[in-house]
């Protein structure tokens, strides 16, 4: 069994200077979504490090966590057949649904034996990640950055035993592949009916196809079946559509090329990968 914790944190703004320059304070330079997944046993927290083009293609919604969770899964775990997994309590019901049915798949394709959700009372919202989290944010208001390897750097470096590891999701060798996982399980799973009022889920690969819930720790667990008769079994090539990566649209290039290019304290170091010059050459 491993414990993992998982949670978005607030986004950061690169070019970013320890000494803030007067005038970039006014503007909006390029966002970076940061998104924790924490090993507890091992005290680790992978920080993928979602650039502003990725961020506007798939939000921050059930398909880009359970998406990185995926990633997680494929290329960074320890290969343990029972997860315990604990996250906020997502006010949505459709994001709980999606993430709960991700853990459903992956039980009934064989990829884990036995998995349990964990979410925290509403209203409590700290835990592992946000302490990484917290750990890095000291290393950022004291750093400068000005591209997103430089962003990763800071969190490489805001822990001197690695706990913090940066991971890019565009990396070349090991890309975050995003899914449209929404629309997938809700063919293959139905709704947990009341999924608001419980805060366990066990999923175990001895009744496929139901999920045991508990209101508190202490409950008596109710079993519920969610896989709709007319998609079992579930086929092992069976994946979501993939969401492609957008580019960000012409009015918003034309602004990190004009407005913030001229503030940056390293223009051509900058330029190229945080604010390049639009390829259109009509200014919006």
């Known amino acids: 069994m491993v414990h993992y914790s998982f949670d978005y944190s607030q986004q950061v703004l690169y070019p970013h200077y320890a000494q803030q320059v007067g005038k970039l304070f006014f503007k909006t330079p390029r966002k970076c979504g940061c998104f924790g997944v924490c090993c507890e046993s091992s005290r680790t ?20 966590v359970v998406s990185m969770v995926h990633h997680h899964f494929t290329h960074l775990a320890y290969g343990e057949k029972r997860a315990m997994l604990h996250m906020d309590n997502c006010v949505g019901q459709n994001k709980n649904n999606t993430v709960i049915g991700y853990g459903m798949w992956r ?13 925290m009372e509403a209203g409590h919202t700290k835990f592992s990640p ?10 950022w208001r004291a750093s ?3 591209t997103l390897e430089e962003v990763a750097d800071t969190v490489r470096k805001s822990s001197r035993v690695g706990y913090n590891i940066p991971q890019y999701v565009n990396n070349p060798a090991k890309p975050v592949t995003f899914y449209n996982w929404t629309e997938f399980f809700r063919t293959l799973f139905k709704p947990i009916p009341g999924l608001t009022k419980y805060h366990h889920f066990r999923i175990t690969s001895s009744h496929p196809g139901t999920v045991f819930l508990r209101e508190y720790a202490d409950n008596q667990e109710v079993a519920i079946e969610i896989t709709r008769p007319q998609r079992q079994p579930i086929p092992s090539s069976d994946m979501p559509e993939r969401i492609d990566n957008q580019e960000l649209d012409a009015k918003r290039s034309w602004y990190l ?3 913030i290019a001229p503030l940056c304290n ?13 390829s259109s050459g009509v200014r919006l």
């Open 266 to 278: 390293n223009s051509s170091a900058c330029s190229k990968p945080t604010v390049p010059k639009p």
């Open 45 to 64: 927290q992978i920080v993928y490090l979602l650039d502003e083009a990725v961020g506007k293609s798939v939000g921050k919604g059930a398909n880009s």
């Open 130 to 139: 946000d302490w990484h989290f917290g750990l890095w944010k000291v290393k």
């Open 107 to 119: 039980v009934m394709r064989g990829l884990h034996k036995e998995i349990e959700f964990s979410l």
């Open 257 to 259: 090329f004009e407005e």
């Open 144 to 146: 400068n950055a000005e």
